[in-house]
């Protein structure tokens, strides 16, 4: 049976993802620029009467409308802060409105120090069928760096719980290239990682975003991120060595065997249709050869406020003509590594990659950062290493 990366494109009034976006966590980590806020409590019930607000209103549009669920994803912020029946009554409301298709992959983000088995079957019970734990390290000194509340034994414990609540779909995020960390100290963190057999590893070189407090310290100087080669040298390290231990990689910065893909972020990768609710969630509606793209609300608060009152929380929009959307195409997927099929871009925008593209691909396979087989088209190892400014071309 063919993977999920080699199926070709969906067509348009097929089944879409679902991403639904809590934003409070215990504690802000200094590294991360996701729309999460720190918090001892939270509005709970009214968030959750806004999203199924705000759910109820995008199901009456044409985008939507009697159109099945594929995938639906909890993101945060840390979803699992909130109680199984609130989790439980979105995915009720969105079987309601939508339909769940019978495989529909249902995945949940938590942090390892905020869950418990009791949580976790409360979780499975609801419909939740894929968890991932952002474990980040194994290593009690990085993880402190990191700005984590959980330690190494947490990861493991929770874990191990998530495997007797019944998830067989566990995916664990490592972070590498942290300053100060050697490469056997990487190797120590995937060996721990691997013997805790997650069927998905996402593995992320850090990075020092505008807006988050390791960017502020990194201008005054009291952070120095590992230069450039080091980083290669450790992104090199890891696509070797978690495809030794069994998990090949898929996409640029993420890992599984055949039919263990996270098939929610396959949907972004491949440009289709999705639908984000919650404060500053994204969505994207693809209509023929272009689309509709909007956001929400960043403010808790004001997006409740918003969504409860109408329905609707959008504080921006854009409409993305042809040529756009073949550019976000291309780039999107070549983070696949299989790529695309030449024959899947020809279908979907009636033009073929090379008419439209013609010069600056040619470049990129001259220069060996593009190949082409059996007729599709990816990255090669040098590409990878410097997939930002391939992604350029096509922006």
């Known amino acids: 049976m063919a993977s999920a990366i080699d199926s ?47 759910m109820e209103a995008r199901s009456r549009e044409p985008s939507w409308n009697g159109r099945q669920l594929k995938t639906i994803f909890f993101g945060g912020g840390t979803p699992s802060l909130f109680a199984p029946a609130s989790i439980g009554r979105i995915i009720d ?56 509340i959980h330690s190494p034994d947490d990861t493991r414990a929770a874990v191990h719980a998530a495997h007797r609540a019944g998830f067989d779909r566990l995916n664990l995020d490592l972070i590498f290239a942290v300053p100060g960390q050697q490469i056997d100290d990487l190797n ?23 807006g988050t407090a390791f960017f502020v310290e990194m201008k005054r100087g009291r952070i120095k991120p590992l230069d450039s080669d080091d980083q290669a ?72 406020e918003r969504a409860a ?23 999107l997927n070549l983070r696949l590594r299989a790529g695309f099929a030449a024959s899947g871009f020809e279908s979907r925008f009636g033009k073929s990659f090379d008419s439209v593209f013609g010069a600056r691909a040619a470049r990129l396979f001259e220069g060996g950062l593009l190949t082409r087989d059996a007729g599709r088209i990816f990255l090669t190892d040098r590409g990878l290493e410097l997939a930002d400014s391939v992604f350029a071309e096509f922006v």
């Open 8 to 54: 070709p494109l969906a067509p348009l009034d097929s089944a879409f993802s679902l991403y639904v976006h809590i934003p409070w966590c215990h504690s802000k980590c200094p590294y991360c620029d996701f729309n999460s806020h720190a918090a001892l409590v939270w509005p709970e019930n009214d968030y959750v009467a806004a999203l199924l607000a705000e």
């Open 188 to 210: 120590a963190d995937i060996e721990a990682l691997a013997a805790l057999e997650p069927d998905h590893i996402s593995a992320y070189n850090l990075t020092f975003e505008e």
């Open 309 to 331: 009152h109408d329905g609707l929380a959008e504080a921006g929009a854009e409409s993305i003509d042809a040529t756009t959307a073949m550019g976000e195409f291309v780039f």
């Open 233 to 304: 040298t450790f992104y090199s390290f890891v696509r070797e060595e978690l495809p030794r231990r069994g998990y090949p990689m898929y996409e640029i910065s993420n890992f599984a065997p055949p039919g263990h893909e996270a098939r929610h972020n396959l949907a972004y990768w491949r440009a289709e249709s999705y639908l984000g609710l919650g404060a500053g969630a994204h969505s994207f509606a693809r209509d023929g050869m272009g689309g509709r793209r909007w956001w929400n609300e960043r403010m808790p608060a004001r997006y409740a």
């Open 93 to 148: 409301r969105a079987a309601a409105l939508f339909g769940l298709r019978p495989d529909s992959e249902v995945t949940l983000e938590a942090n390892p120090g905020t869950v418990a088995e009791p949580k976790l079957a409360g979780m499975r019970a609801v419909g939740v069928n894929r968890i991932s734990f952002g474990a980040q390290s194994f290593n009690a000194a990085t993880l402190k760096f990191l700005g984590r």
